[in-house]
């Protein structure tokens, strides 16, 4: 499968508090994006990493990619409760990609 | 900016009907997706046009056909709906290109088949 595989599948944490989510995927890849899901709504996305990036920051998010390992991370720092959605790892191998279940993560205020 | 508008938003159909999901989006993207969400099984891609004129099938295009009329516009047709498509439809698109954008999703068509 060339989906991501997201874990936990579930996260409930405070406000303030960091959230750390991790992706798995299988196969090679040319970059891999990280979106978020309010309930109800479309996805949105968050962040793309190229396959040659080990890094990426973006206001309150920072992503990381290893390839060996075929894992990406995504942190948020200094949650709130907006924050609370479900969050998708996507990686992709050619024109399309392939996304996971999903993160549901809980921001309690 | 409307992004990627789909319609209608809600639909119940009865086993065996027909019907036609829209997806339009104005962002002038070359690419552009139809998945379905399903509780427990993530988003799983149905079909995709890489660009205008091309269509191509993805994990379930099983019951679906697709056509992209234009750059803009890219619709799902079920033919004879059934109550394992029950599910939430998005359509998204994207540039194509590597300039790091992703998808750009509409907000869903909730479909029920009874």
């Known amino acids: 499968s060339q989906q991501g595989e997201e874990d936990p599948q579930a996260l409930s944490i405070q406000e303030g508090e960091n959230a750390t989510m991790n992706c798995s995927y299988k196969?090679?890849?040319?970059?891999l994006q990280w979106y978020r899901q309010n309930s109800g709504r479309g996805l949105v996305h968050l962040i793309l990493i190229r396959s040659n990036e080990r890094e990426k920051h973006s206001g309150r998010l920072r992503v990381t990619l290893d390839t060996s390992k075929k894992s990406s991370s995504l942190l948020i720092t200094a949650s709130r409760a907006a924050d609370t959605a479900s969050y998708f790892c996507?990686?992709?191998?050619?024109?399309?990609?392939?996304f996971g279940t999903g993160t549901s993560l809980t921001v309690i205020p | 900016n409307a992004g990627v508008t789909q319609t209608p938003k809600f639909q119940v159909l009865k086993t065996g009907q027909s019907m036609t999901l829209q997806c339009a989006q104005d962002m002038n993207h070359n690419s552009m997706y139809w998945y379905r969400q399903d509780p427990g099984m993530g988003l799983r891609l149905i079909y995709y046009?890489?660009?205008?004129?091309?269509?191509d099938k993805g994990e379930v295009p099983n019951g679906y056909n697709v056509s992209r009329l234009n750059k803009r516009e890219f619709s799902l047709r079920l033919e004879s709906a059934a109550p394992s498509q029950t599910s939430v439809y998005f359509c998204?698109?994207?540039?194509?290109?590597?300039?790091?954008?992703?998808?750009?999703f509409g907000s869903g068509t909730r479909l029920t088949v009874v």
């Open positions: 996507a990686p992709n191998t050619g024109n399309q990609f392939y």
């Open positions: 196969t090679s890849i040319n970059n």
């Open positions: 046009s890489a660009s205008e004129g091309t269509t």
């Open positions: 998204a698109s994207s540039p194509n290109d590597d300039r790091g954008y992703g998808y750009t």
